[in-house]
């Protein structure tokens, strides 16, 4: 918008000459407007046009583009909003038909007939003593009184007795282990199996049977050379409340209020309470539910599958466990702590023991000369849950390697835990992220102690002799755990 203003003056000169139309004498100056407004947009607009007009040839193709860009970008838009509009209904209307979605009778009838074929043929378990151990996997036979920072993994392989897996439970208890560690079990079957569900149980429930018969004598004021025991009652019946900052057991579900708990363990108000870890144990199939080692062997021992599952289970307790060790049931037998050696030790260490060295012969030095050669004892392994896991991956890789390179050679070999165990155990690139301690000691044999000697040791192989009857004939020399224990009828008691 612009102004112009113009000025008139208006005077008289009284015969100056000049024309009359100027006015009268005594007229003054006189001033005023005259106001011109320009439209901005029209002013604009004719710049445009003067450019347009300078240049003929560009002004129809530009302003095409510029058309066909904003048509372009438009129906870009709408298609994406259709295409949301579209998929919001669609999940709409699905979320709306599975919600209303009624099974076919015949699913329903299939399914129950494959249940009860099931259930003809694998007895189910009882639900209401059977409780998941960990993530709906397991099973838990005793939940501990507080969280322990060591852990007993056992594997029970194919071979293994109920008299071989009972008496392993009652050295296990009498060991120390039961007060500091937990114990968990690895089965070769799909999930555990309802034999040695009820054996664990009876033991777990005979042992804390007994422990409570002590606790109700030292509530009662009497002293412990009053009542001789197999074990160190002390470990297990401690004086003075609950220790709240273990907290709870890992195993099972958790319970939020502790009276319950320690009302019926003896814990909390009264001068003793109970002490003990859990019990708990897994199918190999819950574990290792592929068969990882299928596609390699066609036969898979549990002394192999075993390797299979660690990985799975110490990873889910990877933070919860210090110290681990495993444990083969059918060979030997915890009589006391061996987690001693570890427990000051760096969490990668890995302690592993070695196989007795036999006799040397005469007649084949060869033979006795490799004999001599120090090879692993895979029946206990133990050491920090970090250098644990790490070892059992490694392993279970060390198994595929053997097990590729045997389907290239024409002479095959047996493939044992001992040998790949002694591979693993020279081998440099894992001593850079393990610590392993190769002991020459070996584990002795039960039949080549004596009962102080058998005493002073923490683990012995069961060899050859019946060292079963030996354990049972022991607890039974006492009065107090001849009374628990059904089998000390015919004993007579200490």
């Known amino acids: ?138 099973t838990l036979y005793s939940r501990g009184t507080s969280h322990m920072n060591d852990l007993v993994l056992c594997h029970v392989t194919e071979s293994v007795t109920f008299t071989e897996l009972k008496t392993f439970l009652r050295a296990f208890h009498r060991s120390g282990l039961h007060t500091k560690s937990d114990l968990l079990f690895i089965f070769p079957s799909v999930t555990t199996p309802d034999s040695s569900d009820s054996v664990i149980r009876e033991e777990n429930k005979l042992f804390l049977k007994l422990i409570r018969r002590y606790k109700a004598e030292l509530n009662n004021g009497s002293n412990l050379s009053d009542f001789p025991a197999s074990f160190d009652v002390t470990q297990f019946v401690k004086s003075g409340k609950k220790d709240s900052e273990k907290g709870e057991p890992i195993w099972g579900r958790k319970i939020k209020s502790n009276s319950n708990l320690n009302s019926s363990n003896g814990g909390g108000t009264e001068l003793n309470r109970m002490s003990y870890g859990s019990v708990v144990g897994f199918g190999v199939g819950e574990l290792d539910p592929e068969n990882s080692l299928s596609g390699f062997l066609d036969h898979v021992p549990m002394s192999l599958r075993r390797w299979a599952s660690y990985p799975m289970i110490l990873g889910r307790l990877r933070r919860n466990f210090k110290h681990v060790m495993l444990v083969d049931v059918k060979e030997v037998l915890l009589l006391g702590d061996p987690l001693v050696r570890v427990r000051n030790r760096t969490p990668e260490s890995v302690y592993l023991s070695s196989t007795p060295t036999p006799t040397p012969t005469k007649h084949n030095h060869k033979i006795s000369d490799k004999a001599h050669e120090k090879t692993i004892n895979p029946a206990v392994i133990m050491g920090g849950a970090r250098g644990l896991r790490r070892f059992s991956a490694a392993m279970l890789m060390e198994i595929v390697r053997a097990t590729t390179q045997q389907l290239h050679n024409k002479k095959k070999t047996p493939i044992t835990e001992s040998s790949l165990l002694s591979r693993l155990a020279t081998n440099e690139f894992l001593q850079k992220t393990i610590h392993l301690v190769a002991s020459a000691e070996s584990i002795p044999e039960a039949s080549s102690l004596s009962g102080v000697s058998i005493a002073n040791n923490t683990v012995v192989r069961r060899g050859n002799n019946n060292i079963d009857i030996d354990v049972t004939n022991h607890i039974c020399s006492y009065s107090i755990e001849a009374s628990v224990y059904s089998e000390c009828g015919k004993v007579q008691p200490f």
């Not at 000049?18 to 320009?38: C, D, R």
């Not at 002013?43 to 046009?49: I, K, S, V």
């Not at 076919?104 to 009860?116: K, P, V």
């Open 1 to 138: 918008m612009g102004f112009t203003a113009k000025l008139t003056k208006r005077a008289s000169f009284g015969g100056s000459g000049l024309p009359p139309a100027a006015g009268g004498a005594g007229e003054g100056w006189g001033m005023g407007f005259f106001l011109v407004f320009f439209p901005q947009e029209h002013h604009d607009h004719h710049q445009h046009q003067d450019f347009n007009s300078s240049s003929p040839f560009k002004s129809p193709t530009i302003n095409a583009l510029l058309k066909r860009t904003n048509s372009t970008h438009i129906l870009a838009k709408a298609q994406s909003t259709i295409s949301i509009c579209a998929l919001l209904i669609f999940l709409t209307l699905l979320l709306f038909t599975l919600s209303t979605f009624e099974p076919n009778n015949n699913l329903i009838r299939s399914s129950h007939h494959y249940r009860r074929h099931l259930s003809q043929t694998h007895p189910s378990k009882n639900p209401t003593s059977d409780s998941h151990a960990l993530q709906r996997l397991g």
